[in-house]
């Protein structure tokens, strides 16, 4: 089993290390990194504003897009800190201008897309929906991406943790759902981005149990769980073999839960 934490997460996965073994008894364990998705962006109408006079000038989709292919172009970001990738992913995409596709959490840890490997690992993925330095992303005006403003709809208002704990949640869903590599999921809210490494929201933090693959579904009562035990089970079933945990916070506007 592989563990990596925050900007490590990265390293493991944009470098797609574990798919040169595709045979090898092995799982993954994500804490603290991962990607609001395309769609999930794109259904929130997520925009941003770059000249900070109130208005939407592009959405977030279009322009994250942009921003990841000038970060792998000569003079960039990555090129800088001597960065790579799958060659198999970038070959296809690089021409395309869709470096993302080799870049973003969400998009990477699905099959095969476009005729790319994919990594097919048994993943787990632990998230804290008040990620206080993921979330900066959405919630720092102007942020750390270089955009002056991201916010709600062309002629909305600017994003805030609220907000991001929605994409966020979307997106876990969305990846326990539809991305057969990701079959366990826990996002508590505590505010605390590092989960393996400490004990309090590793052990100690409950998260509810909530069943909501389909909108209105109730949570299920009676069984919250800690990282740890959540991770536990997960394993037990067969070194990361398909597991209905998915347990998230289900009441947004709450207090932090178990924290």
Same mark, same amino acid.
């Given at each position: 089993?592989?563990?990596?934490?925050?900007?490590?997460?990265?390293?493991?996965?944009?470098?797609?290390?574990?798919?040169?073994?595709?045979?090898?008894?092995?799982?993954?364990?994500?804490?603290?990194?991962?990607?609001?998705?395309?769609?999930?962006?794109?259904?929130?109408?997520?925009?941003?504003?770059?000249?900070?006079?109130?208005?939407?000038?592009?959405?977030?989709?279009?322009?994250?897009?942009?921003?990841?292919?000038?970060?792998?172009?000569?003079?960039?970001?990555?090129?800088?800190?001597?960065?790579?990738?799958?060659?198999?992913?970038?070959?296809?995409?690089?021409?395309?201008?869709?470096?993302?596709?080799?870049?973003?959490?969400?998009?990477?840890?699905?099959?095969?897309?476009?005729?790319?490997?994919?990594?097919?690992?048994?993943?787990?993925?632990?998230?804290?929906?008040?990620?206080?330095?993921?979330?900066?992303?959405?919630?720092?005006?102007?942020?750390?991406?270089?955009?002056?403003?991201?916010?709600?709809?062309?002629?909305?208002?600017?994003?805030?943790?609220?907000?991001?704990?929605?994409?966020?949640?979307?997106?876990?869903?969305?990846?326990?759902?539809?991305?057969?590599?990701?079959?366990?999921?826990?996002?508590?809210?505590?505010?605390?981005?590092?989960?393996?490494?400490?004990?309090?929201?590793?052990?100690?933090?409950?998260? !509810?149990?909530?069943?909501?693959?389909?909108?209105?579904? !109730?949570?299920?009562?009676?069984?919250?769980?800690?990282?740890?035990?959540?991770?536990?089970?997960?394993?037990?079933?067969?070194?990361?073999?398909?597991?209905?945990?998915?347990?998230?916070?289900?009441?947004?506007?709450?207090?932090?839960?178990?924290?």
């Amino acid at each position: 089993m592989i563990l990596a934490t925050s900007a490590a997460d990265a390293a493991d996965i944009t470098n797609w290390f574990l798919s040169k073994f595709p045979g090898a008894d092995t799982s993954l364990v994500l804490d603290a990194n991962y990607d609001v998705s395309d769609t999930v962006l794109t259904s929130n109408n997520v925009w941003i504003d770059d000249d900070n006079d109130g208005v939407g000038d592009d959405n977030y989709y279009s322009a994250r897009i942009g921003l990841t292919n000038a970060e792998w172009a000569p003079g960039g970001y990555f090129e800088a800190i001597d960065a790579f990738t799958d060659t198999t992913c970038r070959d296809v995409y690089e021409p395309l201008d869709r470096m993302d596709r080799c870049s973003q959490f969400s998009t990477m840890l699905r099959f095969n897309i476009g005729g790319v490997p994919v990594i097919e690992t048994p993943t787990f993925v632990r998230f804290d929906l008040s990620d206080p330095v993921v979330s900066d992303q959405y919630t720092a005006h102007p942020n750390t991406e270089g955009f002056s403003l991201l916010m709600g709809g062309q002629f909305g208002t600017p994003t805030t943790l609220a907000d991001f704990r929605v994409l966020m949640r979307a997106t876990l869903l969305e990846s326990y759902v539809d991305h057969d590599s990701v079959s366990g999921v826990i996002a508590p809210r505590c505010g605390q981005h590092v989960g393996l490494e400490q004990w309090r929201p590793f052990g100690l933090s409950h998260t !509810p149990d909530s069943d909501e693959t389909l909108a209105g579904m !109730p949570p299920v009562f009676g069984t919250d769980t800690t990282v740890h035990d959540a991770l536990w089970d997960w394993l037990n079933v067969g070194g990361g073999g398909r597991l209905d945990i998915r347990r998230l916070d289900r009441d947004l506007g709450a207090a932090l839960s178990g924290c």
